[in-house]
Each structure stands twice: as structure tokens, then as C-alpha cells.
């Protein structure tokens, strides 16, 4: 599999994408890339460790030493699952849903919210809106316990936006 593939490509900065999740990332980590299935590959400039942003969970964690070490974890089936979501992706294209530039899939009914990962329930997204939206829904519910019944979410326009969410594309 040739991992690229399953990456999109964006013009918004690193820092636009990354905004909403800064109380996870922390100021360093920078995006390396980000997945048409809505989660990003993360760089540390202080040692070029990659780190995986997962924003079906919620959480970050390092993946590899460095490039060459990513590269050749992806090789693996269980991690290309699990960083890339390659059957999620081709499944979703055969439905015609292909992320363009700037896109990337995304839910409709977010499974922290009690969504379900299936089909009907994605769709392409602007990153910068999927980042956005995730990263403020997660900081919300970190420190609810499982099974907290969710009634009231607050979703502002990405930060240092002047326009409303929706015209960001």
C-alpha cells in the first residue's frame, strides 16, 4: 500500500488545523500531514518524532522516531488501520465520497456524541471545520466519565477566525 494516498493535502497552516486541539498537542508539535480520513500526522521539531492525533478518541500519541521510522511502520497492516483508515477510505470512494483538497471525511453525528462509524454517517468536510469542530467537542467531554449522558456542546468558529464556520470553503 502506498500510504500516501490515503493523505490529503491543505492550504490552511499548521497552526489554523491544529488550533482547537493545542490543549492536547501542547504549543510544539507541528502538522506533518493529514489523513482523508480526518486525523493528522504530527511532527516534534525538537526531536522529529511523529505523532498520531486521533479525532475519533481524542488523543495523541507518538507513533514513530522519525520519518524513516513512520515509513516504515505504515508498511504494517495494523498500523495503516488504525493511522490511516484505508478500508473506511475506499469504502467511503466506491459511495462516490472522495475528500478533495482541503477535505477530508468527517461524521455527521459525531461518535462522541453518539454517532456510529457507518457509512451513511460521513461526509466530506473542510479540514479546517473537521479540526474545529473535533478538537472543541473532545476538550468538552475529556473529563466526563463513560457512559455521561452529553446535553449541552458549545461550537465556536475556529479560533482566530473572523467568519462564521460554515464559510470556511
Known amino acids: 500500500m502506498n500510504y500516501r494516498e490515503y493523505l490529503t493535502s491543505t ?7 491544529l488550533a482547537d486541539w493545542r490543549w492536547l498537542t501542547g504549543p510544539n508539535l507541528q502538522l506533518w500531514h493529514v489523513t482523508k480520513a480526518g486525523d493528522a500526522l504530527l511532527r516534534d521539531p525538537a526531536d522529529g518524532s511523529i505523532h498520531f492525533l486521533d479525532t ?17 511502520a505504515v508498511m504494517s497492516d495494523e498500523d495503516a ?7 473506511v477510505v475506499d469504502g467511503q470512494a466506491l459511495l462516490g465520497m472522495c475528500p478533495g483538497p482541503d477535505e ?23 479540514i479546517r471545520v473537521h479540526f474545529s469542530i473535533a478538537g472543541q467537542i473532545h476538550q468538552q467531554i475529556k473529563d466526563l466519565p463513560p457512559g455521561t449522558a452529553i446535553t449541552n456542546i458549545k461550537i465556536e468558529a475556529p479560533s482566530g477566525s473572523k467568519r462564521p464556520w460554515w464559510k470556511f470553503w
Not at 492550504?11 to 488545523?17: F, I, L, M, N
Open 11 to 17: 492550504t490552511a497552516s499548521g497552526d489554523e488545523v
Open 56 to 72: 475519533l478518541v481524542g488523543n495523541v500519541e507518538p507513533i514513530a522516531r522519525d520519518e524513516a521510522g513512520f515509513e516504515a
Open 81 to 87: 488501520d488504525k493511522w490511516l483508515m484505508p478500508e
Open 104 to 126: 477530508c471525511l468527517s461524521f455527521k453525528h459525531p461518535p462522541a456524541l453518539g454517532g456510529q462509524l457507518d457509512p451513511d454517517n460521513f461526509e466530506t468536510c473542510n
